[in-house]
């Protein structure tokens, strides 16, 4: 926990407003008001969060369908992200992306995907490109336990071996892929296991606790930056909403949910943390809070009012030029 | 008879087939749902719940919950058929057959013909598809003019719950691969369903409706679009055959071309792009065989060369409507 | 102008635009050739000899050996592209293009649609195609119908030595994802090719040839049958506007149309199965758009609703021919 | 070398057809009478004699681009598959395949596969199909070194062991994919300890030698059938003739092939096993080499004079029906 007072309020800051961003969708979507599909990221928070706050505007992220977590940790304006997914002209894409594919390029955030394992080629290129561009850039994209199975992600972490890129793999474990167990889909012993089967060097760690998955991220990332080549973690992880909004979610245990909201919740484990270690006090930390949630309110209040995208907008922004 | 949903029908039909022979076999990501998970099997049965109940009346060894291993389902299932089994597989979105594209484009359907003759390849590629529900760019497209391309498949498209439950079981019966897809806005669909065996041939058009003004060609969910444009030009005394080919491939092209020869005019509607559709290829099916029987241009409306947008006034203006198909069917019938 | 073959068109406009801009890479199976060997790399410069000597000039970095894998190669190529590269990926044969179709369909594609115009992916997928050298099902095909299908791509498919560097070096320059179809009968066709730096805009149509009677439109290979075809008419008064697109999408529709308006006749050549393809897309174009100067039925020629077949005689009937065409042209033109 | 005197005998006269048969095709290829693109196997033939010998007829096989040698050892009709590669109308596929494309299912042969990686996903499937048949049956898919970096591939391996199929994948490291080297395209250690990762257990051994790659089988497939999951070997091997007729082989070191030729002929290597052993003779090896010499001698003179087939069977075995 080495880190300065301001890293520590930014980073509480973060996972409570993807935590909150979370939470107004869930509300919002049950009452009809937003359309589309939506994967809520409530629980991973500290995952996202951890990552990102190694990271520079410089390095990229390629996320997936669960991507406001990974949008906001890297710095995603969360106001046009909140209008993206009203679908509205001023969005964060003009209301042509929806939650599954939020973006933005001018913050090296290389897009949500709708296509699961759709992500990490794409990060396997843009290090490619870090790494031809020769200032200790790194690529990083984010999975699912279920995009573990996908074979263009074994072949891009193949690509990212043998051209020895700066590329991270960050395996979400969350249990789940849909309704379906992790265990039962992945035939190795743990997805760690069967990254190293390619060479790469690969770390398992707690998803639950920011510090540490801030800490294990800091010194991979460096070693990437390095030229060390690439390198890969499997966190353990929950969700604490169903895997779209709208599932009943009767394939989780009894208590499962209940269970992690008690004791996985890594907002939770931060306070707490944060605070009996003296760093941060709880005025602190409501303070935030208060912060945040003014924000998502007034955002969400904007992006209600905000006006459509006229018809004609279909057909822009296929091409550069046609 | 018996009133039941589009997915209903297809529900019952895979019960009734998997119960009729044990080759046939379930596979897909989430078709049990639930498997490894803490609270058991049988979650789900398909995210939009075709497949329930079989896990519970067929069993783990023919109701198969897969990996998101899009490429690994497909050639499984074309494997497994290739070796005397007629697998049911599902992928989720058909917005994914690029993953797959290779085990369907170059193995499936090429199978017979590269080996002379020899081999049979009995599977069905059951598949979600179309715009309506905001999902956006990777979860709304219509991919069957690519599937209908390839010499090898069969490509069926049920626009109504008893075509649901016929074409279904013709294409599990078939001993060609089978691309089959299914709109998701349709599911909820009711209609009047057969009961117990039975089979909608391929290639075999349902003449929706009779007119003698304006030949529609339509699929899916947009043959409802075109009975809607229809019936509001019905009071101008303008009428229409509305023809759903129901296969795409093969595709009746008898049915089409006697309506137009006698109506004189043709429509195709479709919700994909625009560019080597299946509307081009209709059009281009009359603009060859029937050309002196024309009295106005063949016209197509189909979405717009662009991806599928979220927000719902893009998706709407993306989309054919039975506003816009009217405005066609006007010009078409004014055409001087 | 120098002599030179159309795969020295394209080597030299490789060497030219890597010289010119160092975010051009090139990358695929077997580009250098021979890397990890025991006779070191450089053994080949890809497997139809394109990429020879970039690797001695431009070295490992900007050079790179791929492993056998498409889908990494096209999207490691689209992350690239998306990150500020201009990434020239080679995929041997389009006809594993079922194998990336994801990374082109729904990523390269959409990037810039779904992030609401904000991303650029200028990246170029060379790849070869075409029928003629009996090299079966699996790597004779022609599926730029397939992309030409989808929003987002441009389609380029050079016909002449000129064009292939013309139109090279403009996909590699634009900023939007290009399909570069290069005809593996063609390689070896020799032409005059401007020096130095050579642009052929995209969505401009190569006027072939110019007469009264008919408007031929055909790609790649086909363009020289066509030649053919017409040259053989011309002795009896027939003369044929051949028109070869260049770039399937942008599509010169305006070229096209004219000459159709002229001429009044319209037949589309392609060597792709008749299904959803190119050639209904361009006989749709005109049944829709020049409907009142159509004097005839408009004609495809292409290959049947199947496969590549591997024997010689067989591959020959598959094709279109120069015998084919010119009877079509005769059938046409002798309607009434 | 526990193997019956016919064992022996049916195990040398098959790998010599394969030799004979590729030989026989190199040289006809140079003269230009044999069209389209063309793998020789030459070199590789105690892989796929050892491994067939343990399979059944109804056992299912998937082979690849180089897969004469696949097919002979299956059973296929020799001279079936010579009219097949003269494009004749009674080739075993009548002309329509080719090389790349040859099948025979009544041996359980699913055919040759012009997709690197092509295989492995429907052996999987025939797996699937032989567990449901519950015959003890299996389905086992060739591969070279460069098919190991396909996507497919890991897919099928990791539903074949959360499927506990009796799928077996067999890669033939003959060291190079086309031209590049299999060291440099394969980032992990080896082919076999990347697939060990998937929890497949996995075994490597000298392709060179018949009796290795019998006894290996043996012991796998035997396994296999008893329901105790997919498994997979990586051979070591080489390729006596270029990647594709007309390949000049410059990538290869000066005396590479020279040195196989002289040191690792699979071929060489069984005559003097069983000639040393005393298990057959000099006289028993070269009557077989006499018969197999003829035989193809023969079945490409037959192929040679055999009919084209006429054009319109362009159209036909497209569909069942249509
Ligand atoms: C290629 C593809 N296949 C299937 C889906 C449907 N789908 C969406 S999310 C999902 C599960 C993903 O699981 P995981 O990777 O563990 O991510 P999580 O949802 O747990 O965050 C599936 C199957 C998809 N979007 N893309
Ligand atoms: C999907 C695909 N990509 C590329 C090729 C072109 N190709 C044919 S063989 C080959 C090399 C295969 O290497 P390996 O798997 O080691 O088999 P080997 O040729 O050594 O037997 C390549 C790249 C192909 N046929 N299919
Ligand atoms: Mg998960
Ligand atoms: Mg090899």
């Known amino acids: 926990m080495q880190l300065a ?25 049950a009452k009809g008001t937003i359309g589309g599909f939506t994967h809520l990221y409530g629980g991973q928070e500290a995952i996202a969060v951890g990552v990102c706050e190694n990271l520079r505007d410089t390095d990229y992220i390629t996320s997936t369908h669960r991507g406001h977590g990974h949008c906001i940790a890297k710095g995603c304006d969360v106001n046009g992200m909140m209008k993206e997914l009203y679908g509205r002209a001023d969005g964060l894409c003009k209301g042509k992306g929806g939650s599954m594919h939020v973006a933005d390029m001018d913050v090296g955030m290389l897009g949500a995907n709708g296509i699961v394992g759709g992500g990490p080629p794409l990060a396997t290129g843009a290090a490619l490109a870090a790494k031809l561009d020769g200032k200790g850039g790194v690529a990083l994209s984010f999975g699912g336990d279920g995009s573990c199975n996908q074979g263009p992600v074994f072949e891009s972490m193949n690509i990212a071996a043998i051209l020895n890129l700066p590329s991270i793999y960050v395996y979400e474990n969350n249990r789940y892929s849909e309704h379906t167990g992790a265990s039962y889909v992945i035939a190795s012993e743990s997805i760690a296991s069967r990254v190293e089967g390619f060479g790469i060097h690969t770390v398992k760690a707690n998803g639950f606790d ?13 070693k990437c930056r390095e030229g060390n080549g690439p390198c890969a973690v499997e966190f353990e992880t929950t969700r ?45 930390l409501d303070k935030i809070d208060n912060e945040v949630i003014n924000l998502i309110e007034t955002s969400a209040e904007e992006a209600a009012a905000a006006p459509a995208p006229s018809p004609e907008e279909v057909t822009t922004d296929v091409y550069v030029s046609y | 008879m018996a009133k039941m949903s589009y997915r209903e029908a297809l529900t019952e039909t895979l019960h009734q087939e998997m119960a009729n022979d044990e080759n046939v076999i379930v596979m897909g990501e989430d078709v049990v749902g639930g498997t490894g998970s803490a ?14 109940g079989l896990f519970g009346k067929f069993g783990a060894e023919r109701v198969i919950d897969m990996p998101i291993s899009e490429a690994g389902i497909a050639g499984t299932a074309a494997g497994a058929a290739l070796a005397g089994k007629r697998p049911v597989a599902e992928i989720m979105f058909s917005d994914f057959i ?50 209908t391309a390839i010499p090898g498949l069969k490509v069926a498209m049920p626009s109504t719950a008893a075509d649901a439950k016929g074409l279904l079981t013709t294409a599990i019966r078939d001993d060609d691969p089978v691309i089959f897809f299914e709109h998701k806005t349709l599911y909820g669909l009711q209609g009047d369903v057969p009961e117990g065996d039975y089979l ?13 003004d304006c030949t529609l060609v339509a699929t899916g969910r947009m043959v409802s679009f075109c009975e809607d444009a229809a019936n509001a030009l019905s009071a101008d005394g303008i009428t229409c055959d509305i023809i759903d080919p129901r296969t795409t491939s093969p595709l009746d092209e008898d049915a089409i071309l006697d309506s137009v020869e006698k109506t004189g005019r043709l429509i195709v509607v479709d919700e994909t792009p625009p560019r080597c559709s ?22 197509t409306v189909t979405g717009p060369h662009s991806p599928v947008p979220f927000a719902k006034e893009l998706e709407t203006a993306f989309l054919p409507s039975p506003v816009k198909i009217k405005t066609v069917i006007e010009q078409t019938v004014n055409f001087s």
Chains 1, 4 share one sequence.
């Open chain 1, 5 to 29: 007072r301001e890293e520590l309020e930014q980073a509480y800051r973060q996972m409570k407003t993807i935590r909150e961003f979370e939470d107004h969708l869930h509300r919002e979507i």
């Open chain 1, 210 to 222: 920011f510090f540490e998955v801030h800490e294990v991220m800091k010194e991979l990332i460096a």
């Open chain 1, 240 to 284: 604490f909403y169903g895997h779209f909004e709208g599932d009943p979610q009767n394939y989780r245990g009894p208590d499962e949910v209940k269970n992690d909201r008690e004791n996985n919740d890594c907002v939770k484990i931060f306070r707490s943390k944060v605070t009996e270690a003296g760093l941060l006090s709880d005025e602190d």
């Open chain 2, 39 to 52: 609270g058991g099997p049988e979650a789900i049965g398909g995210v939009f719940g075709v497949t329930g």
């Open chain 2, 98 to 147: 690029g993953l797959c594209m290779d085990q369907l484009m170059n193995q499936a359907a090429k199978f017979r013909y590269m080996f002379g003759g020899k081999a049979t390849c009995p599977m069905v590629l059951r598949t979600t598809y179309g715009a309506g529900m905001q999902a956006a760019s990777q979860h709304s497209q219509s991919p069957h003019p690519m599937v």
């Open chain 2, 200 to 212: 909608v041939p391929f290639g075999k058009a349902r003449i929706v409706s009779e007119g003698n």
């Open chain 2, 278 to 299: 299946f509307a081009a290829d209709v059009a281009a099916l009359a603009a060859s065989e029937v050309f002196s029987s024309l009295k106005a241009p063949i016209k």
